[in-house]
């Protein structure tokens, strides 16, 4: 029978670092919005460690589901993943599709609603948790689009529009040549520069719409720090395009078992005509398929340039709100009804067609 207890505190980073390791390495629902380092790494520039509240379940002495919460000090103490906000993908580590884990992890999330909002984001459809979500009417989040790859480059390839088989081969094109076009790819060593020169790039192609873009403050911090743990262990993927000696496109990715992240880009404006986000985004698919991969996510955002790439299923994320029964309760699931509205304009601005309106949270009678 599973034993599960709340660990409070940073202690969990320390304490149980190789357990948590090793089941975001051998879960079938790892993402690395889970790792250790990724929640780590975030709890340094969005919360603090004395904030954090981890479910910790094992059975025996084996670590098979893992949440890692943070509680937050509003006045109806919210408790919400840790990681809110960067992360894509924010539903518990678990060993297996297993109905006594998740009924452990159920009853203690239940049993945090009596003294707290649980506000749970980013939650997957097809985590083996959600179904339990039903009855407290889930609010649509984002949608995901999924590329399940075949096992060569060339064949993908061939399944693409004429107009988009054009655009991915014109790195061999004369036009490109003649520019001294190339893709380089992220290093330990390149580390840094990648960093400038993407949220340099990832600015412009903001700006060019009016919009500041994703990063900024203590979130281009973190993502910073994050980059350089990322890539020594190969998390991290990165390619630019370089043209006349200057950047023009970067693309940044992460790899997890044998699925490639496509997290973000950024484009210079002037440099459209060379298509940069087309080139790199084909040479992250050619890649990930060459190295062993079997699916390519272009996680959270409907946009119609992820629809090119022809991806063939999605997913969709959600948000459960269980609050407790009191006064405050109440007020905190009203707020946060509120607060996602405003949310989902502004997603639906910075993401195109990503999100539309489906159902507000249902007060709770």
């Known amino acids: 029978m599973p034993k599960v207890e709340i660990m409070n505190g940073g202690m969990v980073f320390d304490s149980i670092s190789s357990d948590w390791d090793h089941l975001s390495q051998t879960s079938a629902y790892a993402t690395p919005f889970q790792s250790r380092k990724w929640i780590q790494t975030w709890t340094n520039h969005f919360s603090s460690s004395r904030n954090l509240r981890t479910i910790v379940v094992r059975e025996g002495d084996d670590l098979v589901a893992l949440y890692p919460l943070t509680e937050s000090f509003a006045p109806w103490s919210p408790i919400r993943p840790a990681g809110v906000g960067p992360s894509d993908y924010l539903g518990p580590l678990m060993i297996a599709d297993s109905e006594s884990l998740k009924d452990v992890l159920m009853d203690t999330l239940t049993e945090l609603s009596k003294g707290h909002l649980v506000d749970l984001h980013q939650m997957p459809n097809d985590h083996p948790l959600a179904s339990r979500f039903e009855p407290f009417s889930p609010i649509d989040q984002a949608t995901c689009l999924i590329l399940d790859l075949p096992s060569s480059y060339t064949d993908y390839v061939a399944g693409l529009s004429k107009s988009l088989r054009y655009d991915v081969r014109r790195l061999e094109g004369k036009a490109l040549k003649e520019r001294g076009a190339m893709v380089e790819w992220i290093s330990p060593e390149s580390v840094d520069a990648f960093a400038d020169q993407f949220f340099m790039l990832h600015r412009l192609r903001w700006k060019s719409r ?127 009804g509120v607060a996602w509205r405003v949310e989902l304009k502004v997603r639906h601005r910075l993401e195109g067609k990503s999100l539309h309106p489906s159902k507000a949270p249902r007060s709770s009678s």
């Open 210 to 336: 009016g919009l500041p873009g994703a990063f900024f403050g203590k979130g281009e911090r973190f993502q910073r720090e994050w980059m350089r743990l990322a890539v020594q262990d190969g998390t991290l993927v990165m390619n630019r395009l370089v043209a006349e000696g200057k950047p023009v496109g970067c693309v940044y990715a992460m790899k997890s078992g044998k699925t490639c992240y496509f997290y973000q880009a950024g484009m210079d404006p002037e440099a459209s005509s060379l298509s940069p986000g087309t080139i790199l985004v084909a040479k992250m698919i050619e890649r990930a398929i060459e190295e062993g991969c079997t699916t390519f996510d272009f996680m959270r955002g409907d946009e119609p340039y992820k629809r090119r790439w022809k991806p063939n299923r999605q997913r969709i994320n959600s948000r459960i709100l269980l609050p407790n029964q009191n006064v405050l309760g109440k007020a905190g699931l009203w707020w946060n």
